[in-house]
């Protein structure tokens, strides 16, 4: 496309009755002086390959006094350097009449007269065609189609919703270009219209970016002896169309850059009232419905249908530059009215001070990872609440037919079956029953038509269950129900799926009885993993810690019980460990105040991550967002939970980019103030949650401006203000060996 010294070259392809397809070389030349040598480049630039044309048809403006493209190309100069096409490829000058759309062509090649006829159908009665397959060329869709990530859509500034922008200024990539595009703009809206322009004041275009264009059309005006000076002045698409007086008739012309619908377009000949010629748009699509006619080009691009379903996530086009809008940082605030969800936290607070919750705790197996939220299976399985549950679900869910429980391959889950089979034998009066391990399953035989119960105490995904859903398909087509003590995922999506999983069968969908289940997304476990292998490697001695980081630094990531030990503890001697106080709101009022780290941890995981994906919430409350917008929580949550406890928990389960405050001034000092106050109040029960804020702070899991990010820095150096351990543990945790690289983190957005 780019052709050499100045010359905007395409190729236009002609097929002929025999269906041979002829390939024509068309070379541009813009008004203005032509650079020396322009020629001899041109010349040898259409004799390269890999494919020659047929003919080479150099065209220039006939209005274009004292710079004849003719005479030029009959200079002694230019026919040496012809010599490269002689008899070879025919070279034709077209001379382009603006005023009358009209081409004459001159053959420069006498070898080539006997088909002076073919090329005049080509370069003088096809005008339109080879002017086409200039602007085909300037607005390759790979250039100027923008096509959405998966999973977003592009909301334009009409308001309307695509996968597909159109973006035609960044074709224009060279004056020849621009000028070409001018040539054919100019040809669809004056040629052959004598005096169509004399009343012409004022050029309104939709930005700025095609503003060469309306200069480009200035000139070629000028060629054609309109001398009055026209305002080109932007009305920045949408955003200023409203302010837009109606003009008087054949004063105005309006380019507008693109339009998929040709929206703006009539907008623009209806609310203003202007001719149909008086308005153009440069780019549309073929699927358009409406005007199409009054574009400059249609290009054929197959616009995909948004996707049904969950919404997509837009990405909002700001009018005049058609760039994404920055749009300032959604904060969520939670509140008890609509995040509070009781089905869902209930038994965090239930079994709190039980045991059957941990953080971040390994089970005792071999191999094994520690687990964001350990369930402790056999502390369930203890629990009155749980029991109770479970034998009201067998005496309502229980077959008669039932003869065989199937258990995931795990002690814990063989004690729940255990506990089912005597349940069923002593108190349902069912005959004998056989417990069949989820390893052995393949091998076992058993009657089609028997009850099976499947036993599982804690899962996750449900990967062991949906493998025992499998084995069972080929020789199981009874009864089946599936008990599942307690499951934790990342997402409430994987919640669904399981159950949805299980209970699909081609004829009475499957029972599933679930006792808990919680989806807790994956922020918890990063912030414990990150700290671990930030502070707690091979070549810490943890006796050196105060206080309790020293039991805490040994058992964290381990088999063993961490307990009240999950949070970094506080107090002068570093020796206290957080509780939660009376009047939490997603818990009930007659809670005792404790340290149950771990429910707490599991409370806050479970809201943030339903405030994340539960759709019913509205858009304003959810802490994600259906443009491309960064969404933050406000700081003002950490001043309504204000015990350390919850602080801390608000820290270790947001996600870094939603503690991160650096794009917004007044929220990032107000996280300033809020952590400074901590640092004031250390040593009190005010500022327990000190050291979990300065372990953020050092992770890059909360990020502040540069400016606050210095004041706290400075405040948690400052020496001989607090007691020698508490400013140990202080200096312990802000010194962690990815803090030096905090200030160069890259912001979001």
Known sequence: MFGPSGFFCFTHLVQSLD???????????????????????????????????????VVGLAEEGGADLLEQLRTESALVAQQRLKSRIPLIHASFELQSGKARM????????????EFRAVVEKSVRQWLMSGLRAVFDPKDVVLRAPPGYAYQKPSGARSELFLEPDLALKSSAVVAFVALALFNKLFSGRSGGFAELQTVFVDTMAIAPVAYGLRELLALC?????????????????????????????????????????????????????????????TSAKQFKDGALLAIDVPEPALASGSALVSIRIKGETFLP?????????????????????????????????????????????????????????????????????????????????????????KALAQEVTRYCTESLGLPQIELVSSSRLSEKKFSERAGVIVCAAVVGKGSQMLEVSRALRDKHDGPRLYLIGYQVAETRGELMALELN??????????IARFGKAAIGTQLGASFGSEVEAFYGSSLDPRELPGLMKRRAQILGSTSNIGELALLPHGEQVADSMRLRAGFAYWPKEFEPQPCHAEVLATIAVVLQRAREHDKLPEGRRLASQSFRHVVLDPENFSRFNDGVLQAALLRCASPAELDYRGDHAASDFMKAVILRALARATQEAGEGVLEFLLALSQRRLQLSEIHFAEVDAAARAQGVRPRKLQAAIDFVIQSPSASQLRRARMPF
């Open 19 to 57: 269906g041979t397809e002829h390939r024509y070389a068309f070379a541009y030349k813009p008004p203005g002086p032509m650079l020396r040598g322009a020629l001899d480049e041109l010349m040898l630039a259409m004799c390269k390959g890999p494919h020659l044309p047929d003919a080479v048809i």
């Open 106 to 117: 001159t053959l420069l090649d006498s070898a080539f007269r006997g088909r002076s006829t």
């Open 225 to 285: 002896g309109f001398e009055q000076a026209f305002h080109i002045e932007s009305f920045h698409s949408y955003g200023g169309f409203e302010e837009v007086r109606k003009p008087l008739q054949r004063t105005s012309l309006c380019l507008i850059s693109a339009s998929t619908s040709m929206a703006l377009h009539e907008q623009w000949v209806t609310k203003k009232e202007v001719a149909v010629n008086e308005v153009v748009t440069i780019l549309t699509l």
């Open 325 to 413: 809008e920055q749009e300032p940082p959604k904060k969520v605030l939670l509140t008890d009215a609509y995040h509070r969800s009781d089905e869902d936290v209930e038994q965090f607070c239930a079994f709190a001070g039980q045991g059957v919750f941990d953080v971040y705790r390994r089970p005792a197996r071999s191999g094994s990872r520690p687990r964001a939220l350990f369930v402790d299976g056999m502390q369930l399985l203890k629990q009155t609440r749980f029991t109770d549950w479970l034998h009201r679900r067998l005496l309502q869910s229980a077959k008669a037919a039932t003869r065989v429980v199937v258990f995931q391959d795990d002690p814990l889950s």
């Open 502 to 511: 299980l209970r699909h069968s081609k004829g009475v969908p499957y029972e």
